[in-house]
Nanobody, 121 residues
Framework: QVQLVESGGGLVQPGGSLRLSCAAS????????MGWYRQAPGKARELVATRTSGGRLTYADSVKGRFTIFRENDKNAVYLQMNSLKPEDTAVYYC???????????????WGQGTQVTVSS
């Protein structure tokens, strides 16, 4: 069993910063990639940023230049540094991990419980 535990959400004023954290725990053999998605009220869940174990980065166009994703591979953790936040960044942010569990030979996607980010004055 694998768990993803997120932290770091909250209320911030426009232009402010937040850092989200996510730690994966359990019977993990290897992680292909970890990343962040978000879902605003009435909208579909969308990709924010991902980072593969090899270091390849993917960002949504709407966050390029403002958000930075980075990992601590030895801790199975991923972080999202969010700067210059805008009201349209308001959403529930979900951690995602694509990984292989010990004793398995296929990958599986896991999701965190979500953390609320609200950008408002």
């Amino acid at each position: 069993q694998v768990q993803l535990v997120e932290s770091g959400g909250g209320l911030v004023q426009p232009g402010g910063s937040l850092r989200l954290s996510c730690a994966a725990s359990g019977s993990i053999f290897s992680i292909n990639y970890m990343g962040w998605y978000r879902q605003a009220p009435g909208k579909a869940r969308e990709l924010v940023a991902t980072r593969t174990s090899g270091g390849r980065l993917t960002y949504a166009d709407s966050v390029k230049g403002r958000f930075t994703i980075f990992r601590e591979n030895d801790k199975n953790a991923v972080y999202l540094q969010m700067n210059s936040l805008k009201p349209e960044d308001t959403a529930v942010y979900y951690c995602n991990a694509n990984l292989i569990e010990n004793g398995r030979d296929f990958t599986h996607n896991y999701w965190g419980q979500g953390t609320q980010v609200t950008v408002s004055s």
